[in-house]
C-alpha cells in the first residue's frame, strides 16, 4: 500500500450537475477525513470518519454535500447541483496514529463551468 | 472553537539563511500540533509533529517546540536549501481527532 490515493484527479463539470469523488486510504488507517482546499487556504475541515461512522458531518458546507464510507475502507464525497462557488481542492487524508498525523492524498481539483 | 494562526507569506531567503515561521492556535484541552509541508506540485505531507507541552518535533533540519505558555508552535531550521521553498502548513488535532490548519506560509529560498 502507497498511499492515499483519490480519483479522479481532476473533474469539469456545468452547474448543476452532480459529482462524486472517492478516496482509498491507507489500508490499516482507521479515521478518514475529507478538506475542501481554495487557492491561498488552509485544508478546510468537512468529516471525518472512524471506520464507518462519520463522528462530524456538521462542517459539510451545505446539504448538497454528504459523505459516506460504507464499509470503512473507501469513502466518496458527493456534491449535488453544484455550483460556481464549489470550485475547490477537495483532500482526502487518512489517520491511524494515536495522535491523529495525517497522510493527504493527491487531492481531487474540481472545476464548475 | 479551535483555530490557528500562521505568520503571513510570502517568505523569501537566500541559501543558508535562518528561518522562522511562527504559529500560534487557540484549543481547549491538550491538541497534538503538527507541520505539513506541500511542495510544488505535491501533496501535502507531515514534517513534524509534538505532543505534549514541550516537547520538540524535528524533521528533515527543521524544529518546532510546543509552548504551552505561549500557544505557539514556531518552525525554525538553522540553514535553509533551495529544495525547501514549498507552502508550510501548522495544524493542531483536538482529543476528539478533528483537526485545523492555518492558512500556510509560502517560502522561497533563492540560491
Known amino acids: 500500500d502507497t498511499g492515499v490515493s483519490q480519483d479522479p484527479r481532476h473533474k469539469i463539470t456545468k452547474r448543476g450537475q452532480n459529482v462524486t469523488f472517492r478516496c482509498d486510504p491507507i489500508?490499516?488507517?482507521?479515521?478518514l477525513y475529507w478538506y475542501r482546499q481554495t487557492l491561498g487556504q488552509g485544508p478546510e475541515f468537512l468529516t471525518y470518519?472512524?471506520?464507518?461512522?462519520?463522528?462530524?458531518k456538521s462542517r459539510l458546507l451545505s446539504d448538497r454535500f454528504s459523505a459516506e464510507r460504507p464499509k470503512g475502507s473507501f469513502s466518496t464525497l458527493e456534491i449535488q447541483r453544484t455550483e460556481q462557488g464549489d470550485s475547490a481542492m477537495y483532500l482526502c487524508?487518512?489517520?491511524?496514529?494515536?495522535?491523529?498525523?495525517?497522510?493527504f492524498g493527491p487531492g481531487t481539483r474540481l472545476t464548475v463551468t | 472553537g479551535n483555530s490557528v494562526t500562521q505568520m503571513e507569506g510570502p517568505v523569501t531567503l537566500s541559501e543558508e539563511a535562518f528561518l522562522t515561521i511562527n504559529c500560534t492556535y487557540t484549543?481547549?484541552?491538550?491538541?497534538?500540533l503538527f507541520w505539513y509541508v506541500q511542495y510544488p506540485g505535491e501533496g501535502l505531507q507531515l514534517l513534524l509533529k509534538?505532543?505534549?507541552?514541550?516537547d520538540k518535533g524535528s524533521n528533515k533540519g527543521f524544529e518546532a517546540t510546543y509552548r504551552k505558555e505561549t500557544t505557539s508552535f514556531h518552525l525554525e531550521k538553522g540553514s535553509v536549501q533551495v529544495s525547501d521553498s514549498a507552502v508550510y502548513f501548522c495544524?493542531?488535532?483536538?482529543?476528539?481527532?478533528?483537526?485545523?490548519f492555518g492558512d500556510g506560509t509560502t517560502l522561497t529560498v533563492k540560491p
Open positions: 489500508s490499516e488507517h482507521n479515521r
Open positions: 484549543a481547549t484541552g491538550y491538541p497534538s
Open positions: 509534538a505532543t505534549k507541552a514541550d
Open positions: 470518519f472512524q471506520n464507518e461512522a462519520q463522528l462530524e
Open positions: 487524508a487518512s489517520s491511524g496514529g494515536r495522535f491523529y498525523e495525517q497522510y
Open positions: 495544524a493542531l488535532s483536538d482529543n476528539a481527532g478533528k483537526s485545523t
